[in-house]
Structure formats: structure tokens, C-alpha cells
């Protein structure tokens, strides 16, 4: 499995980015496709998660109403980041789980990071 992130970029504070992660198999109904980042200095921490099947969402508490995570096609996830902060500039990767966590750890499979930087 490959995960490809794509989408990061330079963006001012109170604008907008979109994500995506494209997955060079199939996403079964019973993955999760998840969206992580990691700042300079700091941890790898969970930014939102999707079961494929039932598009069951969930966030991170320092995103919730800002960022849209959803399925686009078959094997695309893609994060929709709004309301961007300098705080959320950080590398994101996508990752493939099987278990609805927020843990790194129940994410075997990960894709290479795409840089996020906000701007105030």
C-alpha cells in the first residue's frame, strides 16, 4: 500500500487549503483513513479520521469546525483545512488503520507528509 499526500502549500492566516491522499490499492469499507500532522519539535498528533464504509467521522479537538475530512472517488481522502492559524502549520500525513483511533500507533500504513505553513 502507498499513500500519496498532496496539497500543502503557503497560506495566510484565515485562509484555506485542501488536502488529498490518494492510495495506490483499494480502500475497503472496513479502513479508516486518518490525517495526522506533525510540527516542528513536537509529536505526530491526530487531526481528523474517516471509517470508509459508513463515513463516519471524527476530529481533533483544535480543528473540530474547521476542517472537513471526506472521501473523494474511491481511493482519495482528502482534508479540507479552513479558518487556517499559524498553529496548524505542521507537516500532515495520511495514514490507513483498521481500528477508528487516534492513535499513530494503530496506523500501519502512512504516506509521506505534505507541508502546511500559515502565515500571520
Known amino acids: 500500500v502507498q499513500l500519496q499526500a498532496s496539497g500543502g502549500g503557503l497560506v495566510q492566516a484565515g485562509g484555506s487549503l485542501r488536502l488529498s491522499c490518494a492510495a495506490s490499492?483499494?480502500?475497503?469499507?472496513?479502513?479508516?483513513m486518518g490525517w495526522f500532522r506533525q510540527a516542528p519539535g513536537k509529536g505526530r498528533e491526530f487531526v481528523a479520521r474517516?471509517?470508509?464504509?459508513?463515513?463516519?467521522t471524527s476530529y481533533g479537538d483544535s480543528v473540530k469546525g474547521r476542517f472537513t475530512i471526506s472521501r473523494d472517488g474511491a481511493d482519495t481522502v482528502s482534508l479540507q483545512m479552513s479558518s487556517l492559524r499559524p498553529e496548524d502549520t505542521a507537516v500532515y500525513y495520511c495514514a490507513r488503520g483498521q481500528q477508528a483511533s487516534s492513535s499513530v500507533e494503530d496506523y500501519p500504513y502512512w504516506g509521506q507528509g505534505t507541508q502546511v505553513t500559515v502565515s500571520s
Open positions: 490499492g483499494r480502500i475497503f469499507s472496513s479502513h479508516v
Open positions: 474517516i471509517r470508509w464504509g459508513s463515513r463516519i
